[in-house]
């Protein structure tokens, strides 16, 4: 894996919400945001909000926005809807609230993907973007795509010592197109 940890920096924790997107879906079989929690807990990163919620658009829409709104979020992980069948509402109800995309998060994913499930990643829409200062990532339903987002990519970006480069140290200046301009 290019790139590195650097000891001897300091690790922030990244407050993490949680959200699975699921028409059948409760906590007792929500496996794929359990690895979510579990795995962001295992790197030192706080569980900020978890929640399970419909493949309704606008009730993705509105958690976000509500997640959004929290200062007390830095980043929200989904799980679930990313696929191509008619429920699977969840890319369209991200790109809703983006300020900006991250391209390069769907990309990357779906690079890493195919060395898991082959071919069958090109029916993946994870997306990545910014909304309102909050990272916002929506990964596929299943426990082994969360494992393949968190231990591949967004262990590493949402990790404050990862160099040459990170989303941590990003996370400052991420409202600054709403600071007013200096005088002159």
């Not at 949680?18 to 030192?44: C, I, K, Q």
């Not at 997306?127 to 990519?153: E, K």
């Not at 970006?157 to 400052?172: G, I, K, T, Y």
Request: include cysteine; hydrophobic fraction near 40%; charge should be negative.
């Amino acid at each position: 894996m290019p790139g590195r940890i650097d000891e001897t920096r300091r690790f922030l924790p990244v407050r993490i919400a949680v959200m699975t997107v699921s028409d059948s879906r409760g906590a007792a079989s929500d496996s794929s945001g359990d690895t979510l929690v579990e795995r962001l807990a295992a790197a030192g990163h706080v569980l900020a909000g978890r929640t399970i919620v419909r493949d309704e658009q606008a009730v993705i829409e509105a958690q976000l926005r509500a997640w959004i709104a929290d200062p007390a979020i830095d980043a929200v992980l989904s799980t679930g809807g990313t696929g191509v069948t008619g429920r699977d509402i969840t890319p369209e109800a991200f790109h809703a609230v983006y300020d900006k995309e991250i391209p390069g998060f769907g990309e990357l994913f779906r690079m890493i993907s195919y060395q898991t499930v082959g071919t069958s990643t090109m029916q993946s829409r994870a997306t990545g973007g910014v909304g309102g200062g909050t990272y916002l990532f929506a990964l596929p339903g299943s426990p082994g795509a969360c494992r393949d987002a968190w231990d591949n990519i967004l262990k590493f970006q949402l990790d404050s010592r990862h160099r040459p480069c990170n989303l941590v140290e990003l996370m400052p200046r991420l409202m600054e197109h709403l600071k007013a301009p200096a005088a002159s």
